[in-house]
């Protein structure tokens, strides 16, 4: 059996933990630069407030319905999506984390434990621990566990827990689950079927397995056996990124190349961070800039450049100053930027690491540099140490005018709870 714990509107549950006084008001998180909506309580939705949509086309709705607008505070999505996994890893040993907010378990070896009580537990001991809801399927497949997941989460009857273990439920909830909700069928797939008067994830299991095949291919064949009851999605063991990317939009149009230079500095200390976190090095980098391509009435600019590294590394030193010559060498005046970013690829593994016979950088000793570094960091918080092209300025930095604070993870932030002395 598997199961998918999902938690229920993530974004908006993390500031309700800290700010109680939002439970059962409407709540939307916007994406960077507060541009668009990424997430909403139900109340929101509710309100009829869609996904995707620009915030400044929600202005009305939004003062008018009195909704609670925050920007995206990742760092503090990022810390309570760990302690969420944390939680159900005492549960569960064989998980894979599926996205920020998704996590499948493998419950291989539970037969004889009641399922619904396990899973109840699971789901109340979450909450309890993180104060995040969350909702729970469990299915002989994950795709069914993703299907029984919605109705966990729709019916409240459930209590955080939908099981499909036998065919009569498996058929009843295929035939309430629109061909377009199956997890691994997109838009384009689901207008073709319904083209074939398949409405249904049920209409969908009733077709041939030939005619699968031959319209949607092996993925379509695999979904197909999937919601018929048969694995065919193994639990995947996360591995090395074989490329990383940072890159944001400035929350102001940029001209000068200072403060481009320094942003471009720190996406490259990121992607050095990652590298050396799954222990990998790079041999290649890639830097890019490009202006505002909606703004049609202002010149238009885009480029990039690709570096092959001499050794791969990752040293943020190195990697910075690769990243500033790139920079330098397609950066052009006249022009107002909306964005940059810096790509590493060819990722290898540090060990072993093949040389180059002329390299004179002593690569121990940066190698022991960036290890205190990160021990510093990690221990006084991120970019407390950090190289000086970082710099300190940020006025590259993304428009975030509702950002909450880090509560979690900035000792500055922390609540401080008052308590007065009742005689």
Same mark, same amino acid.
């Given at each position: 059996?598997?199961?998918l714990?999902?938690?229920?509107?993530?974004?908006?549950?993390?500031?309700?933990?800290?700010n109680?006084?939002?439970?059962?008001?409407?709540v939307v998180?916007?994406?960077?630069?507060?541009?668009?909506?990424?997430?909403r309580?139900s109340e929101?939705?509710?309100?009829?407030?869609?996904?995707?949509?620009?915030?400044?086309?929600?202005?009305? =709705?939004?003062?008018?319905?009195?909704?609670?607008?925050?920007?995206?505070?990742y760092?503090?999505?990022?810390?309570?999506s760990?302690?969420?996994?944390?939680?159900?890893?005492?549960?569960?040993p064989?998980?894979?984390i599926?996205? +920020?907010?998704?996590?499948? =378990?493998?419950?291989?070896?539970?037969?004889?434990?009641?399922?619904?009580t396990?899973g109840?537990?699971i789901?109340?001991?979450?909450?309890?621990n993180?104060?995040?809801p969350v909702?729970?399927g469990?299915?002989p497949?994950?795709?069914?566990?993703k299907?029984?997941?919605?109705?966990?989460?729709?019916?409240?009857?459930?209590?955080?827990?939908c099981?499909?273990?036998?065919?009569e439920?498996?058929?009843?909830?295929?035939?309430m689950?629109?061909?377009?909700? &199956?997890w691994? +069928?997109?838009?384009?797939?689901?207008?073709?079927?319904?083209?074939?008067?398949?409405?249904?994830?049920?209409?969908?299991?009733?077709?041939?397995?030939?005619?699968?095949?031959?319209?949607?291919?092996?993925v379509?064949?695999?979904?197909?056996?999937?919601?018929?009851?048969t694995?065919?999605?193994?639990?995947?063991?996360?591995?090395?990124?074989?490329?990383?990317?940072?890159?944001?939009?400035?929350?102001?149009?940029?001209?000068?190349?200072?403060?481009i230079?320094?942003?471009?500095?720190?996406?490259?200390a990121?992607?050095?961070?990652?590298?050396?976190?799954?222990?990998?090095?790079?041999?290649?980098i890639?830097?890019?800039?490009h202006?505002?391509?909606?703004?049609?009435n202002q010149?238009?600019?885009?480029?990039?450049t690709?570096?092959?590294?001499p050794?791969?590394?990752?040293?943020?030193?190195?990697?910075?100053?690769?990243a500033?010559?790139?920079?330098?060498?397609?950066?052009?005046?006249?022009?107002?930027?909306?964005?940059?970013? &810096?790509?590493?690829s060819?990722?290898?593994?540090?060990?072993?690491?093949?040389?180059?016979?002329?390299?004179?950088?002593?690569?121990?000793?940066?190698?022991?540099?960036m290890?205190?570094?990160?021990?510093?960091?990690?221990?006084?918080?991120?970019?407390k140490?950090?190289i000086a092209?970082?710099g300190f300025?940020?006025?590259?930095?993304?428009?975030?005018?509702? =950002?909450?604070?880090?509560f979690?993870?900035?000792l500055?932030?922390?609540?401080?709870?008052?308590a007065?002395?009742?005689i």
């Amino acid at each position: 059996m598997y199961g998918l714990l999902d938690c229920n509107n993530f974004y908006a549950s993390c500031e309700r933990v800290f700010n109680p006084s939002l439970n059962g008001k409407p709540v939307v998180v916007l994406s960077n630069n507060d541009g668009c909506v990424i997430a909403r309580s139900s109340e929101a939705k509710a309100l009829g407030i869609p996904m995707g949509e620009p915030a400044y086309k929600l202005k009305d =709705l939004i003062e008018s319905n009195q909704v609670h607008v925050f920007s995206s505070n990742y760092v503090l999505y990022g810390d309570m999506s760990h302690r969420v996994m944390n939680t159900v890893a005492s549960f569960v040993p064989d998980m894979e984390i599926y996205s +920020i907010d998704e996590v499948f =378990l493998l419950l291989e070896g539970f037969e004889k434990i009641d399922m619904k009580t396990l899973g109840e537990k699971i789901v109340r001991t979450v909450t309890r621990n993180t104060g995040i809801p969350v909702s729970l399927g469990i299915a002989p497949t994950k795709t069914l566990a993703k299907v029984a997941n919605k109705f966990a989460k729709k019916h409240k009857n459930y209590k955080g827990v939908c099981i499909i273990d036998t065919d009569e439920k498996r058929e009843k909830a295929l035939k309430m689950t629109g061909i377009g909700d &199956v997890w691994g +069928i997109g838009r384009q797939y689901s207008k073709k079927l319904q083209y074939y008067n398949i409405s249904t994830a049920w209409d969908f299991t009733q077709r041939t397995k030939s005619w699968v095949r031959h319209t949607m291919g092996v993925v379509g064949e695999r979904i197909w056996m999937e919601l018929r009851g048969t694995p065919c999605f193994e639990m995947e063991i996360p591995s090395a990124k074989k490329s990383i990317c940072t890159s944001r939009s400035f929350g102001e149009r940029l001209t000068e190349m200072a403060p481009i230079s320094e942003a471009v500095a720190n996406f490259a200390a990121s992607c050095a961070e990652k590298l050396r976190h799954q222990h990998s090095l790079a041999s290649v980098i890639m830097v890019f800039i490009h202006t505002n391509p909606f703004a049609t009435n202002q010149p238009q600019y885009y480029n990039q450049t690709v570096i092959q590294l001499p050794v791969p590394t990752n040293d943020s030193t190195e990697l910075i100053y690769f990243a500033l010559n790139g920079l330098k060498s397609i950066f052009k005046e006249g022009y107002r930027y909306k964005k940059a970013g &810096v790509i590493v690829s060819e990722i290898v593994h540090e060990r072993p690491l093949q040389g180059d016979l002329f390299d004179t950088r002593d690569r121990e000793k940066f190698n022991k540099v960036m290890r205190v570094m990160d021990n510093l960091n990690e221990s006084f918080g991120r970019q407390k140490v950090k190289i000086a092209a970082q710099g300190f300025d940020r006025k590259w930095k993304l428009k975030n005018e509702k =950002l909450s604070p880090c509560f979690t993870t900035k000792l500055d932030d922390v609540l401080v709870v008052k308590a007065e002395k009742i005689i």
